[in-house]
């Protein structure tokens, strides 16, 4: 399985991005464990953005980008996103998706996100 990420860029605090990740080699309709977002900053661990888990059942978001960001699937393109709206400095990270299929997980290369203040 390779995922693939896109969407990053530099951008002013207040501002939007949309992150996409592209799955091949899986279908990700499947019953996934997780599929989600997650985010490293320098010199930090990485941690949960939002994610899908029990096959989509459950949705689970960080307290710190509750009601500002969205994460949505695509079954028949086979992508999933994250809307990012009313970004700050502290969401300055290299995102990655991430998808678990028992007990393979899968890693994209990441996208860097950047907001300046």
């Known amino acids: 399985v390779q995922l693939v990420e896109s969407g990053g860029g530099l951008v002013q605090a207040g501002g939007s991005l949309r992150l996409s990740c592209a799955a091949s080699g899986s279908t990700i309709s499947i019953n996934f464990n997780v599929m989600g977002w997650y985010r490293q900053a320098p010199g930090k661990q990485r941690e949960l953005v939002a994610a899908?888990?029990?096959?989509?059942?459950?949705?689970n978001y960080a307290d710190s980008v509750k009601g500002r960001f969205t994460i949505s699937r695509d079954n028949a393109r086979n992508t999933m996103s994250l809307q990012m709206d009313n970004l700050k400095p502290e969401d300055t990270a290299v995102y990655y998706c991430r998808l678990r299929l028992g007990v393979l997980d899968y890693w994209g290369q990441g996208t860097q996100v950047t907001v300046s203040s």
């Open positions: 899908f888990t029990s096959g989509g059942g459950i949705t």
